[in-house]
Nanobody
Framework: QVLLVESGGGLVQAGGSLRLSCAAS????????MRWFRQAPGKQRELVAS???????TYADSVKGRFTISRDNAKNTVYLQMSSLKSEDTAVYYC??????????WGQGTQVTVAS
């Protein structure tokens, strides 16, 4: 059983920065690919960034150059550093662990609100 707990969301002014954290417990974290999704009101959940077990990263075009995903296997934690935030980044951000292909675990989400 894997449990994910996100933290670090909040209210920030446009142009500001936030760092989200996702702490994992229950199983060996280092072997999982990890992903950050977000869901804005009235919109579908979208993939923001992902990081493999070997720390290869990918990003949605909308956040490239502004967001950075990273992981600390010693702390069982994945991070999402968000900079140059825009109002359209406002959403609930979810952490996701790829346990095996087709088997995913989700965190509870953390709200990010960017005031323009």
């Amino acid at each position: 059983q894997v449990l994910l707990v996100e933290s670090g969301g909040g209210l920030v002014q446009a142009g500001g920065s936030l760092r989200l954290s996702c702490a994992a417990s229950g199983r060996t974290f280092s072997g999982f690919a990890m992903r950050w999704f977000r869901q804005a009101p009235g919109k579908q959940r979208e993939l923001v960034a992902s990081i493999t077990s070997s720390s290869a990263t990918t990003y949605a075009d909308s956040v490239k150059g502004r967001f950075t995903i990273s992981r600390d296997n010693a702390k069982n934690t994945v991070y999402l550093q968000m900079s140059s935030l825009k109002s359209e980044d406002t959403a609930v951000y979810y952490c996701n662990a790829v346990i095996t292909p087709g088997y995913y675990v989700w965190g509870q989400g953390t709200q990010v609100t960017v005031a323009s």
